[in-house]
């Protein structure tokens, strides 16, 4: 039977954990195999790597905020559509649309995939940044 | 009126399949009548299902043949996630592929809404141009 409040829950959980900055609920919400893929160097990051970059970005910037989240449930996992705006030391606020597709087990992530488009960096990390 | 797993799982293979054999006239059949098409790259805009279909040959001209593989189909209610690889030969020979996801929401046995998201720096490879590619190919 599909646990379609569960899997609802365990998005809002996982993406509202970094917007608060909430690194312990964060890493709660992987399971201890976890791996993110992504979409522009096809490569699963593993769980450490995945939550040290989460950190370094919830340290680093100002604000992470996941707006228009758009989520279906499916047997076994999650797609949420959002667009990522990100408020940067220098008060630049970058923003990415972004899909992130999750499989779920035991009431934790254990895959992703997370789309985006490194075409638009100066989108999203100014356009300075963006240069370099 | 509702669609069932089965049937969206079906209607989501046969988009892919027209696509793949390049039939818009089949493609036309599946797209309701007000379907959009957003993409997150191109400027992110909406387009009409009939203005996607209408520009269709033309893209098509930039490859010999193109195949969507790997492909990850899961339901919900009103609709489907997919994850895929496009893999394209280019007249040049040049074999690339991109990694895409595509959420696509269905109703009346069709579909009315399809949200694409790839990535456009992987552009220069798929079309075999570019640093790129060439580290692609190395």
Known sequence: MRQDWNLLALCDRFFDAIEQKDFPTLEQCYAPEAMVWHSHDCLYQPRDANLATLRDGMTRLKKMRFKNRRVHTFEGGFVQQHTLFVTHPNDFVGQMDVCFVAFVRDGMISRAYEYFDTGQMDRFLGPRAGAA | ?138
Not at chain 2, 9 to 15: D, H, S, V
Not at chain 2, 92 to 108: E, M, P, Q, R, T
Not at chain 2, 114 to 127: C, K, L, N, T
């Open chain 2, 1 to 138: 009126m509702s669609m069932t797993d089965g049937e969206i799982r079906e209607l989501c293979n046969r988009f892919f399949d027209a696509y793949q054999d390049r039939r818009v006239d089949e493609l036309a059949d599946i797209y309701s009548s007000d379907c959009v098409v957003w993409h997150n790259v191109f400027g992110g805009r909406e387009m009409s299902g009939k203005d996607n279909l209408a520009a269709l040959p033309a893209s098509y001209e930039g490859q010999r043949r193109r195949t969507y593989d790997d492909r990850i189909i899961n339901t919900f209610e009103g609709g489907f996630v997919i994850q895929y690889t496009l893999h394209g030969v280019q007249h040049s020979g040049h074999k690339g592929a991109l990694w895409i996801c595509i959420v696509g929401l269905c109703s009346n046995g069709r579909i009315t809404r399809i949200d694409e998201y790839m990535d456009s720096g992987r552009f220069p490879a798929w079309r075999g141009a570019g640093p790129a590619a060439r580290e692609n190919a190395s």
